[in-house]
């Protein structure tokens, strides 16, 4: 009996010693990137991960990331430097493309090559980016019209081509066998008539995201839909042909995390990779641990998206999805890290790293009565759960009725700047909270170098930022008021942290920023 006890005491012991270990073992915690990613597309290679994603108006666009884990991604690549050539994406004649430009993308790597397509409203066209060398290029790029809609490449055992796309009604129509155009007389028809049936009757966004993969000789088609009053959801549709027919389910409805496909490892456990809206800061990935049950792929823990995950832990998005930047080039090395991306379509001639050294230069060429309108605003991706950017700039080389500074890009923008009226100078503060903006606050300045920053916090989605300045870049003053930030359509992305110049009154003035500094919570590193 003694014995017994023994051992049963013994017994429990080591399990409280083995969870109180497991305790201690870190995880990867949901979401994975607490950044705008959203429209993911992920292929494996090998051990390697490669995945793609939407950046719409911004330059250079779709974006690819590297992960050896699922959970730790760095930027290695963008598929184009600029979609196309028009007022429209170069904030000329007094048009832009906010909340549109390329949107989703499909990633896929078939004989050697991997394949990035992409689509967009304000050219009408589909793009098909192609390369042997996903992470240095050369890009082979092909387009052709229409734009198909939230399409999915696929290549299939036969040699044969497809993209499936549409919203609700989704179609299937063939390509070239090297994916270069529409196939003349190729597949052209209806896959499913209505893909949203399976979240019921009542819904507000038709099915739409398609991602299509083959598993074991069957056909899984991933969408989201939108159920009026509820949340956004997967669906997941089968069949044994690719033309159908499809029998559909919902594979998913928690927290409005949605829109995706699979992804295997190398050890054979699967997940599904999603995003979820979280606020201003963006749309941000989620994965989901899969787990195959009836030849269906079954997500979540009972049926719910979980906090943590049995993969390495998340390591912060610093430096690999953005970065501080004290814009000093070694020789041979790209003029701006991948991290950066321009509103819209930048005017080369006006900005330089190399005219001061270790300053970015922006330069004036013309002029401009909007902010969201300017040319040249370079920008990063904010980051939660809070983050802080700061710069500082030398500002002596202003003209009259310039203003440059830091700014939090979305339609209800922040900007905090230096503007110069005549021969004298202020610090200004503009917060466009409401969508319209409002000078908050105004101090003279004298000086000719100033820092400026601003903290953002994301946190259970407060979604505030606040604006500080400081003479000597050590003793910090807060200016104007909180910004209250917000997701809108209009411009359909998250929050940019990022350094803008530009003239009301003359051109030929320019603003030298020194540095470029970021810091999370996530990684507390610079």
Known sequence: MIKKVFFSFIWASLQLLFLSLMAQVKQAQNPIIYADVPDMSI???????????????????????????????????????????????????????????????????????????????????????????????????????????????????????????????????????????????????????????????????????????????????????????????????????????????????????????????????????????????????????????????????NGKVPETLNLPENKGLIPGIVASDEFTRKKGEAALPLVWQWNHNPDNKLWSVTKRKGYLRLTTGRLDTSFVLARNTLTQRTIGPVCSGSTSLDVSKMKDGDFAGLCLLQKNYGLLGVRVNGNSKAIIMINASTGKPVEAQSIPFTQERIYFKAECNFTDKKDVADFFYSLDGKTWSSIGTQLKMAYTIPQFIGYRIGLFNYATKETGGYADFDFFHITSTISGTN
Not at 77 to 85: G, I, K, M, P, R
Not at 89 to 95: A, H, P, V
Not at 141 to 151: G, I, L, M, N
Not at 214 to 235: A, C, Q, S
Request: hydrophobic content about 35%; charged content about 20%.
């Open 43 to 301: 292929v494996r290679v090998g051990n390697t991960y490669y995945m793609s994603s939407t950046t719409m108006h911004m330059s250079p666009g779709v974006p690819i990331m590297k992960s050896n884990d699922l959970v730790n991604w760095k930027l290695v690549n963008y598929a184009y430097d600029t979609l196309a050539d028009m007022d429209a994406l170069n904030l000329t004649n007094g048009k832009s493309t906010y909340g549109r430009g390329s949107w989703a993308s499909c990633t896929r790597y078939h004989n050697g090559i991997f394949y990035v397509t992409t689509f967009a409203q304000t050219t009408g066209k589909t793009y098909i980016f192609s390369t042997k060398n996903i992470e240095k290029g050369p890009w082979k790029e092909v387009s052709f019209k229409p734009a198909y809609h939230d399409h999915s490449l696929f290549f299939d055992d036969d040699g044969r081509v497809y993209l499936i796309y549409g919203n609700g009604k989704l179609n299937i129509i063939e390509l070239n066998a090297d994916a270069s155009g529409v196939k003349p007389d190729g597949l052209n028809q209806v896959l499913i008539e209505n893909a949203s049936a399976p979240a019921g009757s009542n819904i507000g966004l038709g099915a739409e995201g398609s991602q299509l993969i083959k598993v074991n000789g069957k056909y899984y088609l991933f969408n989201i839909t939108w159920p009026r009053g509820g949340m956004r959801t997967v669906v997941i549709h089968r069949a044994d042909k690719i033309t159908g027919p499809y029998e559909g389910r919902v594979g998913l409805q928690d927290l409005g995390v949605a829109q995706g496909g699979l992804i295997d490892m190398p050890d054979g456990t699967w997940y599904a990779y999603l995003f979820r809206d979280f606020g201003s800061v963006g749309r941000t990935p989620y994965l989901v641990p899969v787990k195959w049950e009836d030849g269906w792929p079954v997500l979540g823990v």
